[in-house]
C-alpha cells in the first residue's frame, strides 16, 4: 500500500494537468465564438435604423423655420407616423426605403432659414422651398447633396452669394434662385454642371460679369439673368451652346456690341435684351440663321444701323420690340412675311419713309393676321398716311405713328379696327375731319 502511493499521486497530478489544459482550451473556444457571434451585426437593427438616417436633418430643418405651424406634425416622438409620411416629405422606394428624395415645402409661408443639415438628405433629388419668406445664406453644404436634380428656392428673401459648391451636385438640371436678395457674382464653377437645363437667376442682386465658363453647359436650353447688376459684354462663348432655346439679360447693364455668335443659334427661340447699355448693329444675314425665333426684344440700348432685310427670313418671329434704340434706314417692304407677328414696336427710333414705295411695308403687314401691336411713333416717318393702313388685321389694339412727320387726312378705313384700344396719332401735321 505504501509502496504505490507515490504512483497514485504522480498519477493524480497528470490529470490534473491534462484536465487544466482542457480547460483552457474549451474557454478560448468559447470566447472565440462569442467574439464572431457578436461581430456580425443582427438583420433586425439594419431595419430599426434605415428609417431614421434622415430624421436629424429634418428636424434641424424644422428648427430653423419660424414659426413652423405648417410642420406642425413633424414630431419625432410621433411613432404612428414615418417621416417619410411627413407632408412634405418624399422617400425612395425599393432601391433606397426610407431616405428623404423629395422635399416639397413650396408656398406654405414659411420664415427663417434653411439649416446647413440639409446637406445630410444625401439621397436628396429634388428640393423646392421657393414662394415662402426665407432668409439668411445658402448653406454651401448644398454641394453635399450629389443627386440633386432640381434647386428650387425662388421668391424668397435669401441673400449672400451663390455657394460655387453646387457644382458638385453633378446631376442638377434645374437651378432657380429667381426673386431673392442674393448678391456677389454669378458662380464660374457652375460652368462644369453637365445635366443643367435651366438657369434661373432673375431679379436678385447679383453683379460682376457673366462667366464665359457657361459657355460649357452643354445642355443648357434657359438661362435667366433679367434685373440683375451684370456688367460687361455678352460672352461670345454662348454662341456655342446648341440646345439654348432662351436668353434673357434684360434690364442689367450689359455694354458692347452682341457676339455675332448669338446671331448664329439656329436653336435660339426666345432673345431678351432690353434695358442694357448695348451697341452695335444687327447683322444684316440675322434672319437666316434664326430659322427658330419667336421673340426679338432688345428695347432700350444704343442699337444703330438698318432692320436686318433678311429679317422677314425669320419666319416664326410673333414679337418685334426694340425700341428706343437709334435704329435707321427704312423697314424691311416684305416685313408682312411674318405671318405669325403679333407685335411690332419700334418707336423712338431714327427709322424713314420718304419715298412712295418706303411705305410698302404697312400693305405687306396686311398679310399678318394675328398683328396686334404696331407702334412706328416718334420716328422719320414722313408723307400721308396711305390707305393700305386700313387692311391691317383687325385683331389690332395698339397704334402708334404720333411724333412723325405725317401729314394729310386719317382715312376713313381705319375705323374697321373695332378692337382697337389705344391710337397714338399725336404731334403730327394731320388735317381735315376725325
Known amino acids: 500500500m505504501d509502496a504505490s502511493l507515490p504512483m497514485m499521486r504522480f498519477l493524480f497530478h497528470l490529470w490534473l494537468r491534462t484536465f487544466e489544459s482542457s480547460l483552457r482550451v474549451l474557454t478560448s473556444s468559447t470566447l472565440i465564438l462569442s467574439f464572431l457571434f457578436s461581430a456580425r451585426p443582427a438583420a433586425s437593427a439594419t431595419v430599426m435604423t434605415s428609417d431614421t438616417d434622415d430624421l436629424p436633418a429634418l428636424l434641424s430643418i424644422k428648427a430653423h423655420l419660424d414659426p413652423s405651424a405648417s410642420l406642425s406634425s413633424w414630431y419625432s416622438h410621433n411613432s404612428s407616423t414615418a417621416f417619410c409620411r411627413w407632408p412634405g416629405v418624399t422617400c425612395g422606394n425599393n432601391q433606397n426605403p426610407g431616405r428623404v428624395t423629395s422635399l416639397d415645402l413650396a408656398n406654405l409661408s414659411l420664415t427663417g432659414s434653411i439649416s446647413p443639415d440639409i446637406g445630410n438628405l444625401t439621397f436628396l433629388r429634388s428640393l423646392n422651398l421657393s414662394l415662402n419668406s426665407l432668409q439668411g445664406q445658402l448653406p454651401p453644404e448644398l454641394g453635399r447633396l450629389s443627386h440633386l436634380e432640381s434647386l428650387l428656392l425662388s421668391r424668397n428673401a435669401l441673400e449672400g452669394r451663390i455657394p460655387g459648391t453646387l457644382a458638385n451636385c453633378s446631376s442638377l438640371w434645374r437651378i432657380s434662385l429667381g426673386s431673392n436678395r442674393l448678391a456677389g457674382e454669378v458662380p464660374a464653377e457652375l460652368g462644369a454642371l453637365p445635366k443643367l437645363q435651366i438657369l434661373s437667376l432673375h431679379y436678385n442682386d447679383l453683379s460682376g460679369r457673366i462667366p464665359a465658363s457657361l459657355g460649357n453647359l452643354s445642355s443648357i436650353t434657359h438661362i435667366d439673368l433679367v434685373g440683375n447688376r451684370v456688367t460687361g459684354t455678352i460672352p461670345p462663348s454662348l454662341g456655342r451652346l446648341r440646345s439654348l432655346v ?26 431678351y435684351l432690353g434695358y442694357n447699355q448695348l451697341s452695335g448693329t444687327l447683322p444684316p444675314d440675322m434672319g437666316n440663321a434664326l430659322v427658330n425665333l419667336e421673340v426679338l426684344q432688345a428695347f432700350g440700348n444704343t442699337l444703330e444701323g438698318p432692320l436686318p432685310i433678311s429679317l422677314p427670313n425669320a419666319s416664326r418671329l410673333t414679337e418685334i420690340v426694340l425700341p428706343y434704340n437709334r435704329l435707321s434706314g427704312p423697314l424691311p417692304r416684305d416685313i408682312g412675311r411674318l405671318r405669325y407677328l403679333s407685335s411690332l414696336s419700334l418707336h423712338d427710333n431714327r427709322l424713314e419713309a420718304k419715298k412712295a414705295e418706303d411705305w410698302e411695308f404697312l400693305a405687306s403687314l396686311a398679310n399678318c393676321s394675328n398683328l396686334r401691336t404696331l407702334d412706328l411713333g416718334y420716328n422719320k416717318l414722313e408723307g400721308t398716311l396711305p390707305a393700305a393702313i386700313a387692311n391691317l388685321s383687325t385683331q389690332l389694339r395698339w397704334l402708334g405713328l404720333g411724333g412723325n412727320e405725317i401729314r394729310g387726312s386719317i382715312p ?12 397714338h396719332l399725336d404731334q403730327m401735321a394731320l388735317s381735315g375731319t376725325v
Not at 257 to 268: E, H, Q, T
Not at 413 to 420: A, D, E, K, S, Y
Request: hydrophobic fraction near 40%; charged fraction near 10%; aromatic fraction near 8%.
Open 412 to 423: 376713313a378705313g381705319i375705323g374697321r379696327f373695332t378692337n382697337l384700344h389705344r391710337l
Open 246 to 271: 432662351h436668353i434673357s439679360v434684360t434690364r442689367n447693364s450689359l455694354t458692347g456690341a452682341i457676339p455675332a455668335s448669338i446671331f448664329n443659334m439656329s436653336s435660339l427661340s426666345y432673345l
